[in-house]
């Protein structure tokens, strides 16, 4: 679908999803599984649809970053195993154990609130117990984790299923913090081992490791960014080649024929510094695009790259078409992907707004609606769940 009754809109390639999860396969160590990591609505692309095809296509494991996201799926038939790598509070913990999801561990507390609902619910919950190595994020500090999993044998309402932990370098291939923290990891899985407790899987590695240090995959591995099409690192990976997933798209609303001192859009920072045509896109920084990129983004207008002028604004981006002769109002105006021969990737992007393509992709607003495109299974599909529909 492309969306003709939309002024917003994504289309969300699931072939290239199947395409970079057989990339990712292709890469693993013997007997590691993949997880594909589908919070935040799948980086924006929509969680339900862009889930079934990584399954599809071979991934075992989901990852999610709050129980929300994870009933989200079940709700949409998906039926693979979903960890939540984030906090199960109290307040959702008989939702998550009702939807069969993993959920991550690395405190007492949270160990009790999660023992204390499976006992309610009658059932026996998988926990992964998360390891701090060196993120200082979320994780038991090495040295505490073997009372943790002690705490988690003691509970016949739990079961200890995976220790894991974060790698913060991992797109570096030349830190060494790296080999430390997976030296750190594994001595903490050592040490619980050798106490007679033994987790059915312990994993460490993310998208970059995955990619770039194969003694990480362990028994699996945790990708999100290569799932959507891009590398999560610049250093060079030999034969890869990822498909970007999504092509984010408006449509011109408006043209206008400027004079010599014309301004454009709010505050006049713009003036045409000689006759211009100015088309007006449905596209602004409550979808998503963002404000920074007001006088230093880029867009594809009929196969050709056009600056945009003037500020970006809620709802709307302005762009300088005077070099690309035929624009009409309706014509299909490209933000990230293809168009012709020419690309926008979230990585250009990013670095135009200094900042990184995971934000770029998981920003994209819920009014743009997402269609997938270009899949069997999509084919006279409807916008994928969650979008809402706006014009």
Known sequence: MSGPDQLRWAEIDLSAVAHNVGQLRARLSPGAKLAAVVKANAYGHGATEVARAAVSAGAEWLC???????????AGGVTAPILNMGPTPAAVAGRAIAAGLRCCVFEPDGIE?????????????????????GMARLGAPVGEALDLARQVEASPALQLEALWTHLAEADNK?????????????????????????????????GAATLLNPSSHLDMVRCGLPVYGYS????????????????????????????????????GDFAATSP?????????????????????????????????????????ATVDVTAVPGVRIGDEVVLLGSQGEAFIGADEMAE????????????????????????????S???????????
């Not at 594994?186 to 994993?203: F, N, Q, S, T």
């Not at 596209?283 to 695009?289: M, R």
């Not at 998981?362 to 009014?367: C, E, K, L, Q």
Request: hydrophobic share 40%; net charge positive.
């Open 64 to 74: 999610v970053a709050t129980v929300a996201e994870g009933v989200e799926l079940r």
């Open 113 to 133: 609130v999660l023992a204390n609902a499976a006992e309610r619910a009658g059932r026996q919950l998988p926990v992964h117990l998360k390891i701090d190595t």
């Open 174 to 206: 030349e830190s060494l913090r790296n080999d430390d923290q997976l030296s750190r990891f594994l001595g903490e899985v050592d040490r619980i081992r050798r106490a007679g407790i033994e987790p059915a899987m312990v994993h460490c590695a993310n």
């Open 232 to 267: 999560p690192t610049s250093a060079p990976v030999d034969g890869l080649k990822l498909r970007p997933v999504m092509t984010w798209k408006s449509r011109v609303v408006a043209i206008h024929h400027l004079d010599t001192g014309d301004r454009v859009g709010y505050g």
């Open 276 to 316: 211009l045509v100015s088309a007006t896109v449905a596209v602004g920084y409550a979808d998503g695009y963002s404000r920074r990129l007001s006088d230093r983004g880029t867009m594809l207008v009929r196969g050709s790259r056009v600056p945009v002028v003037g500020r970006v604004s809620m709802d709307f």
């Open 352 to 379: 135009s707004l200094d900042t990184i393509p995971w934000e770029v992709l998981s920003r994209v607003g819920p009014r743009v609606v997402r269609f997938p495109v270009d899949y069997p299974q999509a084919i």
């Open 381 to 391: 599909s409807p916008p994928v769940a969650g979008a809402v529909n706006a014009v």
